[in-house]
């Protein structure tokens, strides 16, 4: 059985207590996003990933120091490492809502989404494969937005965990019924074998879709935490 702890928070304030836990390239991140929310977004995924890393490596938070370098061009806005730990993480942010998922070495990838949006047909038609398609067909506008956010939630979280994102193509897989347990059925990209990917839809917060993916062959056993600072 392989464990994943999700940390879940709310934007934290652009407070000195945690704009000191970033070092300068991330300083330099913070301070180009132009809206508030969004430096309170990334503040909070460093703040939450990096109190997690401190955690489960039995360090003082201060001395979390994140390589971040991105693994297509080398720019540091890529999946957070900590050089020389078996520790995976994933950090995901949508709306007023940021989390972060950490295993002991297995590849991670966490996503969440804000389900207030509508689905429309064309957003629909270029994510789904069409047994997904199908399986929205009859549902009323909301209950439709759910069941595309579980799936739009479930491919990105796969994908984070190869660490390919959104390269690979959205309908080259094909999760099982929106409202059945989450499992990858068919993939044609070879980053992502069916047999060694495990994934589940969480519970995160109302109003929110979010799912996290490892790639193992084993059962795996998910824990979810409000985390308040
Ligand atoms: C990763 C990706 C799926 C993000 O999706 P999103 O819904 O916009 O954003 P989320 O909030 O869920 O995730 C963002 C987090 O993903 C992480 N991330 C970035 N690149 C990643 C990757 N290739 N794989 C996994 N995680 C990645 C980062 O930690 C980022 O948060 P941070 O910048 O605050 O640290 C998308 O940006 C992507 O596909 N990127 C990789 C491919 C790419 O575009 N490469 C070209 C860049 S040179």
Known sequence: MIDCVVWWSAPLPNEQ??????????????????????KQRFL??????????AERLGRAVEAIR??????????????????GADL??????????????ATSGTPVGLDVETAKRRAD???????????????LHGLTDDERATAFFTYWTR?????????????????SITFSAYDKPAELIVSSDSALDPARTR???????????AAVALLTS?????????REF
Do not use: W
């Not at 994140?66 to 050089?83: L, N, Q, Y």
């Not at 047909?121 to 399986?135: C, F, K, M, V």
């Not at 084993?218 to 409000?226: G, H, S």
């Open 17 to 38: 207590r945690f704009l000191r836990l970033l070092d300068e390239t991330e300083h330099g991140r913070h301070v180009a996003y132009r809206q508030e929310l969004d």
């Open 44 to 53: 909070t995924g460093r703040v939450l990933a990096k109190t997690l890393a």
């Open 66 to 83: 994140f390589d971040s370098a991105c693994e297509d061009c080398g720019k540091p806005h890529g999946r957070p490492k900590v050089p």
């Open 88 to 101: 995976m993480l994933s950090i995901s942010h949508s709306g007023d809502l940021i989390g972060v998922a």
């Open 121 to 135: 047909n064309s957003l629909i038609e270029y994510a789904l494969s069409p047994a997904e398609q199908q399986a």
């Open 155 to 171: 491919k990105e979280a796969v994908m984070k965990a190869t660490g390919k994102g959104l390269k690979i193509p959205l309908q």
């Open 199 to 209: 994934l589940k839809d969480l519970k995160a917060r109302d109003g929110y879709r």
């Open 218 to 226: 084993e059962d795996i056993n998910v824990t979810e935490v409000d």
